[in-house]
């Protein structure tokens, strides 16, 4: 039986709007100037992990989820349904949005499509994000949109470290620059840009919009989801429900001393934050440490984790 957690080796991209803190934070290898995102827990194609360590080393986790079903609760589902990623935003990012998994499927002939969050890593003081937009109607969406009144359609909050966003699919969105978020996602690469402030490229061409996907995905007018965060602690561990929604719950662990013994039935995904500290699954310890992302599989009747460390940890909620 597989008892053991699955350490992942992580994916770098380059972005126009990536920077450094990927290695500075984190002390990523990564592979420029530019790196917008470090995919920690991906079975996506294009971006899937290799497994680390123990009988499937070498193996994708996308390969994993294919043939070790047993590992991931049974769940149904022809993709892995998450996907876990850090990201740097040196600049703004392209104003954004993304489909539902129907439209997802009937147009874009994907599995999935987004809905997203995000945990503010980090952020210099004064960080904005978009979220959602001001039009009370879909004309006076289309008609904002078609005549470039981003001032007025677009809708800024600021933001700061440990601050948390769900994102549904149909939600105007982008993060802005100088911030560092861990996004939980529906695992899908499916993004229609409405507006990318005019930048053009290294090849001096502007990136392509998507008006009208854009336009039939928005959610109008704009609902804020409604969030409680929720705390409790028992022995060592702090754990903070930061969402349980449709496709995913996110929870926010702060690890100082031991935990007691964790029987969650479902396989867990977990990123480490900050701080370092060991997994101890039937007496043998794994060590973790900052940076590193894992999955402890459903096989795993029980654990106990040990040290001082921030995690970000998940779970789906398909069947
Ligand atoms: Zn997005």
Not at 16 to 21: D, E, Q, R, S
Not at 279 to 297: A, E, L, N, Q, R
Request: hydrophobic letters at 30%.
């Amino acid at each position: 039986m597989y008892n053991e957690p699955i350490f992942l080796e992580p994916e770098f991209k380059e972005r126009i709007w990536g920077g450094t803190k990927l290695k500075e934070i984190f002390n990523y290898d990564i592979p420029s100037q530019e790196t917008g995102e470090c995919w920690g827990i991906s079975g996506h194609a294009n971006g899937p992990n290799r497994i680390k360590n123990g009988p499937l080393a070498g193996k994708t986790l996308g390969e994993a989820w294919e043939q070790h079903r047993e590992l991931f609760s049974n769940e149904e589902g022809e993709e892995f349904p998450l996907l876990v990623k850090i990201l740097d935003s040196k600049k703004d990012l392209s104003v954004q949005v993304h489909p539902d998994d129907q439209y997802a499927r009937d147009v874009e002939n994907e599995t999935y499509g987004k809905t997203e969050c995000w945990y503010v890593i980090d952020c210099e003081e004064g960080s904005e994000i978009i979220f959602g937009h001001h039009a009370k109607g879909k004309e006076e969406l289309t008609s904002m949109v078609q005549n470039g009144q981003w001032d007025k359609l677009l809708r800024k909050i600021p933001v700061k470290p440990g601050d948390f966003f769900y994102v549904p699919s149909g939600t105007i969105h982008a993060i802005g620059e100088g911030i560092q978020i861990l996004e939980t996602q529906q695992s899908s690469d499916i993004t229609y840009r409405v507006y990318d402030y005019d930048r053009v490229g290294q090849d001096g061409q502007k990136r392509e919009l998507h008006l009208d996907h854009s336009l039939n995905v928005t959610t109008v007018p704009h609902e804020d989801p409604l969030l409680k965060r929720e705390a409790s602690a028992i022995d060592g561990l702090r754990y903070e429900k930061l969402v349980e929604e449709d496709y995913f719950t996110v929870f926010l662990w702060e690890l100082e001393g031991r935990s007691k013994e964790i029987t969650l039935q479902r396989y867990r995904l977990m990123s480490v934050l900050d701080g370092r500290g060991r997994i101890t699954i039937d007496g043998v310890d794994y060590s973790f440490k900052k940076g590193d992302h894992f999955i402890v599989p459903s096989t795993v009747q029980s654990y106990t984790v040990t040290g001082k460390a921030k995690i970000i940890t998940s779970h789906s909620n398909k069947a």
